[in-house]
Protein backbone atom coordinates (compact mmCIF):
# COMPACT_ATOMS: atom_id res chain seq x y z
CA UNK A 1 0.00 0.00 0.00
CA UNK A 2 1.48 3.81 -1.11
CA UNK A 3 1.89 6.07 1.34
CA UNK A 4 0.13 9.66 1.52
CA UNK A 5 3.43 10.91 0.10
CA UNK A 6 3.66 7.99 -2.60
CA UNK A 7 -0.18 8.58 -3.26
CA UNK A 8 0.60 12.62 -3.72
CA UNK A 9 3.69 12.23 -5.67
CA UNK A 10 2.03 9.71 -8.28
CA UNK A 11 -0.95 12.02 -8.77
CA UNK A 12 1.41 15.09 -9.05
CA UNK A 13 3.88 12.83 -11.65
CA UNK A 14 0.50 12.34 -13.67
CA UNK A 15 -0.44 16.18 -13.59
CA UNK A 16 2.69 16.33 -15.11
CA UNK A 17 1.98 13.52 -17.86
CA UNK A 18 -1.67 15.02 -18.56
CA UNK A 19 0.25 18.82 -18.79
CA UNK A 20 2.14 17.39 -21.42
CA UNK A 21 -1.26 16.71 -23.37
CA UNK A 22 -1.85 20.78 -23.17
CA UNK A 23 -0.22 20.79 -26.87
CA UNK A 24 -2.58 18.48 -28.20
CA UNK A 25 -5.27 21.40 -28.70
CA UNK A 26 -3.20 22.53 -32.12
CA UNK A 27 -4.10 19.57 -33.40
CA UNK A 28 -7.50 20.08 -34.92
CA UNK A 29 -5.60 23.28 -37.17
CA UNK A 30 -3.30 20.68 -38.12
CA UNK A 31 -5.16 17.33 -39.03
CA UNK A 32 -4.91 17.41 -42.51
CA UNK A 33 -1.25 17.62 -42.40
CA UNK A 34 -0.61 15.11 -39.68
CA UNK A 35 -1.87 15.46 -35.97
CA UNK A 36 1.21 17.11 -34.58
CA UNK A 37 2.12 19.52 -37.85
CA UNK A 38 3.23 22.89 -36.35
CA UNK A 39 3.89 22.07 -32.85
CA UNK A 40 6.90 21.88 -32.52
CA UNK A 41 8.90 24.22 -30.19
CA UNK A 42 8.83 25.39 -26.94
CA UNK A 43 5.58 25.97 -24.68
CA UNK A 44 5.43 27.56 -21.57
CA UNK A 45 2.83 28.31 -18.72
CA UNK A 46 1.23 28.49 -15.08
CA UNK A 47 -1.72 27.20 -13.35
CA UNK A 48 -2.93 26.15 -10.32
CA UNK A 49 -3.03 22.26 -8.62
CA UNK A 50 -5.90 21.37 -5.85
CA UNK A 51 -5.46 18.58 -3.47
CA UNK A 52 -8.13 16.52 -1.64
CA UNK A 53 -6.67 18.24 1.92
CA UNK A 54 -8.14 21.69 0.35
CA UNK A 55 -4.56 23.41 -0.52
CA UNK A 56 -3.53 24.34 -3.56
CA UNK A 57 -0.39 25.18 -5.29
CA UNK A 58 1.02 27.63 -8.13
CA UNK A 59 2.64 25.44 -10.64
CA UNK A 60 4.90 26.53 -13.69
CA UNK A 61 5.73 24.51 -16.92
CA UNK A 62 8.02 24.27 -19.67
CA UNK A 63 7.67 22.17 -22.83
CA UNK A 64 9.59 21.08 -25.46
CA UNK A 65 8.21 19.30 -28.61
CA UNK A 66 10.14 17.11 -31.66
CA UNK A 67 7.34 16.12 -34.31
CA UNK A 68 7.99 13.76 -36.43
CA UNK A 69 7.93 14.34 -40.11
CA UNK A 70 4.67 13.21 -41.09
CA UNK A 71 3.23 14.93 -38.31
CA UNK A 72 1.74 11.85 -36.59
CA UNK A 73 4.13 11.43 -33.37
CA UNK A 74 5.14 13.65 -30.48
CA UNK A 75 8.21 13.24 -28.24
CA UNK A 76 7.96 15.94 -25.40
CA UNK A 77 10.00 16.50 -22.48
CA UNK A 78 8.23 18.75 -19.80
CA UNK A 79 9.73 20.09 -16.56
CA UNK A 80 7.30 21.70 -14.48
CA UNK A 81 7.79 23.25 -10.72
CA UNK A 82 5.49 24.44 -7.98
CA UNK A 83 6.35 25.64 -4.44
CA UNK A 84 7.24 22.38 -2.76
CA UNK A 85 7.61 20.04 -6.23
CA UNK A 86 9.70 19.42 -9.66
CA UNK A 87 8.74 16.99 -12.26
CA UNK A 88 10.52 15.95 -15.15
CA UNK A 89 8.83 13.76 -17.81
CA UNK A 90 9.26 12.75 -21.06
CA UNK A 91 6.39 11.24 -23.23
CA UNK A 92 5.56 9.82 -26.78
CA UNK A 93 2.00 10.37 -28.43
CA UNK A 94 1.21 8.60 -31.67
CA UNK A 95 -2.17 10.03 -33.51
CA UNK A 96 -4.23 7.90 -36.14
CA UNK A 97 -7.31 8.94 -37.15
CA UNK A 98 -8.17 10.58 -33.91
CA UNK A 99 -7.61 8.45 -31.59
CA UNK A 100 -4.38 9.43 -29.55
CA UNK A 101 -2.09 7.07 -27.51
CA UNK A 102 1.41 6.56 -25.94
CA UNK A 103 3.37 6.18 -23.11
CA UNK A 104 5.29 8.39 -20.45
CA UNK A 105 7.68 8.64 -17.56
CA UNK A 106 8.68 10.39 -14.69
CA UNK A 107 12.39 9.80 -13.66
CA UNK A 108 13.23 11.35 -10.66
CA UNK A 109 9.81 9.36 -9.33
CA UNK A 110 10.42 6.02 -11.78
CA UNK A 111 6.94 5.99 -12.28
CA UNK A 112 5.45 6.14 -15.72
CA UNK A 113 1.90 4.71 -17.70
CA UNK A 114 -0.23 5.00 -20.54
CA UNK A 115 -2.09 7.43 -22.05
CA UNK A 116 -5.35 7.49 -24.53
CA UNK A 117 -8.00 9.76 -26.02
CA UNK A 118 -9.87 11.48 -28.96
CA UNK A 119 -9.67 14.52 -30.47
CA UNK A 120 -13.23 16.28 -31.93
CA UNK A 121 -13.02 20.01 -33.05
CA UNK A 122 -10.59 21.37 -31.02
CA UNK A 123 -11.55 19.47 -27.79
CA UNK A 124 -9.73 16.48 -26.43
CA UNK A 125 -10.66 14.00 -23.78
CA UNK A 126 -7.71 12.22 -22.88
CA UNK A 127 -7.41 9.47 -19.95
CA UNK A 128 -3.80 9.20 -18.17
CA UNK A 129 -3.01 6.43 -16.35
CA UNK A 130 -0.57 3.99 -13.88
CA UNK A 131 -1.00 1.16 -11.33
CA UNK A 132 -3.69 2.54 -9.10
CA UNK A 133 -4.50 5.82 -10.79
CA UNK A 134 -6.22 7.26 -13.11
CA UNK A 135 -6.79 10.94 -14.55
CA UNK A 136 -9.60 12.58 -16.93
CA UNK A 137 -8.12 15.67 -18.89
CA UNK A 138 -10.17 18.05 -20.68
CA UNK A 139 -7.68 20.48 -23.20
CA UNK A 140 -8.87 23.53 -25.83
CA UNK A 141 -6.91 25.23 -27.96
CA UNK A 142 -7.31 28.57 -29.32
CA UNK A 143 -4.13 29.79 -31.72
CA UNK A 144 -0.80 29.45 -29.78
CA UNK A 145 -2.91 29.28 -26.10
CA UNK A 146 -3.98 26.30 -24.32
CA UNK A 147 -6.03 25.55 -21.55
CA UNK A 148 -6.09 21.87 -19.51
CA UNK A 149 -8.49 21.00 -16.69
CA UNK A 150 -7.40 17.73 -15.39
CA UNK A 151 -9.78 15.73 -12.33
CA UNK A 152 -9.04 12.63 -10.39
CA UNK A 153 -10.00 10.78 -7.49
CA UNK A 154 -7.71 10.55 -5.21
CA UNK A 155 -4.75 13.09 -2.88
CA UNK A 156 -4.79 15.31 -6.70
CA UNK A 157 -7.82 16.61 -6.71
CA UNK A 158 -7.54 19.03 -10.22
CA UNK A 159 -5.58 21.01 -12.04
CA UNK A 160 -5.95 24.16 -14.01
CA UNK A 161 -3.03 25.11 -16.61
CA UNK A 162 -2.39 27.57 -19.35
CA UNK A 163 0.74 27.80 -21.58
CA UNK A 164 1.69 29.89 -24.81
CA UNK A 165 4.45 28.74 -27.28
CA UNK A 166 7.43 31.37 -27.37
Not at 7 to 32: D, E, I, W, Y
Request: hydrophobic share 35%; proline share 1%.
Amino acid sequence: MKTGVERRSLALGLLVAGTALLNLGSVAAAQSAGAFSGMAGVWSGNGTVSLDNGQSERIRCRATYAVSGDGTGLNQTLTCASDSYKFDLKSNVIAKGGVLSGTWGESSRNVGGSLQGKAHGGHFDVVVSAPSFTADLSMVTTGNKQRVTIRSEGAFKSASISLSRS
